[in-house]
Nanobody, 127 residues
Framework: QVQLVESGGGFMQPGGSLKLSCTAS????????IGWFRQAPGKEREGVSC????????YYIDSVKGRFTVSRDDAKNTVYLQMNNLKPEDTGTYYC????????????????????WGQGTQVAVSS
């Protein structure tokens, strides 16, 4: 079973950048697509981005397109989410999770069909 650990969260002023990491142990991530989710206080969890197992396919929700970039380094068993030009609405706990594919449809059920999850890392954006 895959164990995932997110890191890199923190406090940032609007316009700043953070880079989140999702590191796996227990098995290789090579065969998994990875999704990034976030949950703001009092709101439902939402899918943010994903990357396919090959890295060839990525997906972003409209609100983060052009600001967030997902990437993976399989040698390090790690997937990254580079977040630039952060906005207060990006505040929340960010989670990574495994799936077999990447695309808009995998977020249809708000992550219900994702396999393994990390514990989350908190991101706070405020002036």
């Amino acid at each position: 079973q895959v164990q995932l650990v997110e890191s890199g969260g923190g406090f940032m002023q609007p316009g700043g950048s953070l880079k989140l990491s999702c590191t796996a142990s227990g098995t290789t991530l090579d065969y998994y697509a990875i999704g990034w989710f976030r949950q703001a206080p009092g709101k439902e969890r939402e899918g943010v981005s994903c990357i396919s197992s090959s890295g060839d396919t990525t997906y972003y929700i409209d609100s983060v397109k052009g600001r967030f970039t997902v990437s993976r380094d399989d040698a390090k068993n790690t997937v990254y989410l580079q977040m630039n030009n952060l906005k207060p609405e990006d505040t929340g706990t960010y989670y990574c999770a495994t799936h077999h594919i990447c695309g808009a449809r995998v977020f249809k059920h708000r992550g219900a069909d994702f396999l393994s999850w990390g514990q989350g890392t908190q991101v706070a954006v405020s002036s």
